[in-house]
C-alpha cells in the first residue's frame, strides 16, 4: 500500500522557519522524482519545489528560490522542505507528490504564517 505522510506543518511568525518532512512507503522511493505542492485558499495546487530521482537535481518555484529547500534521502524514504523567511503568503496546505510509475500524492500538512 502506497503512502505518503507529511509532517512538520504549524503555525509561525512572519520571517520564521519550518521543516517538512515526507515519508514514503510501497514503492521503490528513490526511482521516484518527489516534489512539493501547495495550495492555499481559493487558489489552484502550485509546485514548489521538485528533485530528481538521479541525481538529485532540484528546481523551485521563483518566489520560493533563496528561502526554501528540498532534499532527500533515500535510505529513510523521505523528503523533506526547509522552509526560511515565511511570508504570510506561503500559507496554505503543502502536498508531498511522488511521479514515476505512479502518480501518489499525501494527505498534506497546513503551513500558516500570520503574527
Known amino acids: 500500500q502506497v503512502q505518503l505522510v507529511e509532517s512538520g506543518g504549524g503555525l509561525v511568525q512572519p520571517g520564521g522557519s519550518l521543516r517538512l518532512s515526507c515519508a514514503a512507503s510501497?514503492?521503490?522511493?528513490?526511482?521516484?522524482?518527489m516534489s512539493w505542492y501547495r495550495q492555499a485558499p481559493g487558489k489552484e495546487r502550485e509546485l514548489v519545489a521538485t528533485?530528481?530521482?538521479?541525481?538529485?537535481?532540484?528546481k523551485y518555484a521563483d518566489s520560493m528560490k533563496g528561502r526554501f529547500t528540498i532534499s532527500r534521502d533515500n535510505a529513510k524514504n523521505t523528503v523533506d522542505l526547509q522552509m526560511n523567511s515565511l511570508k504570510p503568503e506561503d500559507t496554505a496546505v503543502y502536498y508531498c507528490?511522488?511521479?514515476?510509475?505512479?502518480?501518489?500524492w499525501g494527505q498534506g500538512t497546513q503551513v500558516t504564517v500570520s503574527s
Open positions: 528533485i530528481t530521482s538521479v541525481g538529485g537535481y532540484t
Open positions: 507528490n511522488a511521479k514515476g510509475q505512479g502518480d501518489y
Open positions: 510501497g514503492f521503490t522511493f528513490s526511482s521516484y522524482r
